[in-house]
Protein backbone atom coordinates (compact mmCIF):
# COMPACT_ATOMS: atom_id res chain seq x y z
CA UNK A 1 0.00 0.00 0.00
CA UNK A 2 1.39 3.38 -0.87
CA UNK A 3 1.81 5.72 1.91
CA UNK A 4 3.30 9.63 1.94
CA UNK A 5 4.46 10.82 5.40
CA UNK A 6 4.89 14.76 5.44
CA UNK A 7 7.74 16.53 7.63
CA UNK A 8 9.43 20.12 8.22
CA UNK A 9 6.73 22.42 8.99
CA UNK A 10 6.48 24.44 11.47
CA UNK A 11 6.80 28.61 12.95
CA UNK A 12 8.91 30.96 10.66
CA UNK A 13 9.31 34.22 10.97
CA UNK A 14 8.83 36.40 7.55
CA UNK A 15 11.94 36.04 5.50
CA UNK A 16 12.87 32.81 6.65
CA UNK A 17 13.14 29.55 5.49
CA UNK A 18 11.64 26.01 5.66
CA UNK A 19 12.01 22.41 3.90
CA UNK A 20 9.66 20.25 3.76
CA UNK A 21 9.76 16.62 2.77
CA UNK A 22 7.71 13.83 1.46
CA UNK A 23 8.40 10.66 1.56
CA UNK A 24 7.22 7.51 -0.16
CA UNK A 25 6.54 3.94 1.00
CA UNK A 26 5.09 1.09 -0.32
CA UNK A 27 6.77 2.13 -4.41
CA UNK A 28 8.26 -0.46 -6.65
CA UNK A 29 7.88 1.65 -9.87
CA UNK A 30 8.81 4.69 -10.56
CA UNK A 31 6.75 8.00 -9.29
CA UNK A 32 5.21 10.24 -12.63
CA UNK A 33 4.68 13.31 -10.62
CA UNK A 34 5.19 14.60 -7.51
CA UNK A 35 3.77 17.90 -6.18
CA UNK A 36 2.66 20.22 -3.55
CA UNK A 37 -0.25 21.90 -2.87
CA UNK A 38 -1.51 24.21 -0.04
CA UNK A 39 -4.59 25.07 1.73
CA UNK A 40 -5.08 27.99 3.78
CA UNK A 41 -7.98 28.71 6.07
CA UNK A 42 -11.37 29.74 4.21
CA UNK A 43 -9.84 29.21 0.82
CA UNK A 44 -9.24 26.38 -2.01
CA UNK A 45 -6.71 23.96 -2.55
CA UNK A 46 -3.83 25.40 -4.70
CA UNK A 47 -1.09 24.41 -6.75
CA UNK A 48 2.43 25.45 -5.36
CA UNK A 49 4.85 23.52 -7.23
CA UNK A 50 5.45 20.08 -9.39
CA UNK A 51 8.43 18.05 -10.76
CA UNK A 52 7.85 15.09 -13.66
CA UNK A 53 10.13 11.87 -13.49
CA UNK A 54 12.55 13.81 -15.65
CA UNK A 55 13.07 16.55 -13.58
CA UNK A 56 10.74 19.24 -15.22
CA UNK A 57 9.43 21.54 -12.52
CA UNK A 58 6.60 24.52 -12.55
CA UNK A 59 5.61 26.74 -10.02
CA UNK A 60 2.73 29.09 -8.71
CA UNK A 61 3.76 32.54 -10.25
CA UNK A 62 3.30 33.69 -6.14
CA UNK A 63 5.91 31.06 -5.13
CA UNK A 64 8.34 31.67 -8.49
CA UNK A 65 11.76 32.82 -7.69
CA UNK A 66 11.30 31.69 -3.57
CA UNK A 67 10.18 28.08 -3.07
CA UNK A 68 12.25 25.34 -5.10
CA UNK A 69 11.09 21.87 -5.54
CA UNK A 70 13.17 18.70 -5.86
CA UNK A 71 13.12 14.92 -5.53
CA UNK A 72 16.00 12.09 -4.49
CA UNK A 73 17.41 10.16 -6.63
CA UNK A 74 15.51 7.35 -5.71
CA UNK A 75 12.57 9.20 -6.81
CA UNK A 76 10.62 8.20 -3.68
CA UNK A 77 11.01 11.45 -1.78
CA UNK A 78 10.15 15.11 -2.60
CA UNK A 79 11.17 18.01 -1.22
CA UNK A 80 10.13 21.71 -0.86
CA UNK A 81 12.83 24.10 -0.26
CA UNK A 82 10.69 27.61 0.92
CA UNK A 83 12.90 30.64 1.15
CA UNK A 84 12.06 34.12 1.29
CA UNK A 85 8.34 33.20 3.38
CA UNK A 86 5.65 35.73 3.62
CA UNK A 87 2.43 36.09 6.01
CA UNK A 88 0.49 34.91 3.07
CA UNK A 89 2.46 31.54 2.77
CA UNK A 90 0.77 30.20 5.63
CA UNK A 91 -1.12 27.33 4.96
CA UNK A 92 -1.62 23.69 5.23
CA UNK A 93 0.84 21.82 2.73
CA UNK A 94 -0.06 18.62 1.10
CA UNK A 95 2.05 16.28 -0.99
CA UNK A 96 0.88 14.27 -4.11
CA UNK A 97 2.60 12.00 -6.04
CA UNK A 98 0.93 10.07 -9.35
CA UNK A 99 1.69 7.01 -9.46
CA UNK A 100 0.53 3.88 -11.49
CA UNK A 101 -2.35 6.58 -12.69
CA UNK A 102 -3.28 6.89 -8.98
CA UNK A 103 -3.02 9.84 -7.21
CA UNK A 104 -1.94 9.84 -3.83
CA UNK A 105 -2.25 12.48 -0.55
CA UNK A 106 -0.23 12.94 2.40
CA UNK A 107 -1.67 13.87 5.71
CA UNK A 108 -0.83 17.87 5.07
CA UNK A 109 1.53 19.80 7.80
CA UNK A 110 1.59 23.08 9.07
CA UNK A 111 3.53 25.97 7.71
CA UNK A 112 2.84 28.99 9.53
CA UNK A 113 4.39 32.68 8.97
CA UNK A 114 4.74 35.39 11.40
CA UNK A 115 4.81 39.08 10.28
Known amino acids: QVRLVESGGGLVQAGGSLRLSCAASGIIFSINTMGWYRQAPGKQRELVATISSSGSTSYADSVKGRFTISRDNAQTTAYLQMDSLKPEDTAVYYC?????????WGQGTQVTVSS
Open 96 to 104: NFIYRGYSY
